[in-house]
């Protein structure tokens, strides 16, 4: 893995996928990142309404067991413009359209180097204050990459 991350961010990690996700946290920990984890949309939404829950990046998963992880980006983003999402999906079709509006989107499966360039990338945006809506914007490490992870 590269070297560690620059600063401190608390990330909201939202994956259905058992595996995937303890696999998510254990990379992104390791790279210095505070990690919570959330397996549903209603289990994220208990997280984000909590005292205290500040997130400075929410990394959502597009299917998840009780709906899309769209439908909580548009909630997150409806409290503050500026949230940062990361989606993550295995589906061509989802990944192309959300690319297609300008969304940061890491293809599944992943790889370590993957998520962590990708993590990096979107935290980047938000310290420089660009514009998470930008479209066309890709994400470094792509689908180029041999995957590991699903």
Known sequence: MSGKATGSARILLVEDECTVRELARLILEHEGWAVVEAGSLEEATEFIRAENSYFD?????????????TQLAEQIRHSCQNARVLFTTGDPVW?????????SVLP??????????????????RRRGGDFHTPGKAL???????PTGE
């Not at 599944?108 to 945006?125: G, M, W």
């Open 57 to 69: 990046l929410f990394i959502l998963d597009l299917h998840l067991p009780d709906g899309l992880g």
């Open 95 to 103: 990944l192309r359209r959300l690319e297609g509006e300008g969304e």
């Open 108 to 125: 599944k499966p992943f790889t370590p180097f993957q998520i962590i360039q990708a993590v990096r990338h979107v935290l980047a945006e």
């Open 140 to 146: 470094p490490g792509g689908r180029d990459a041999p």
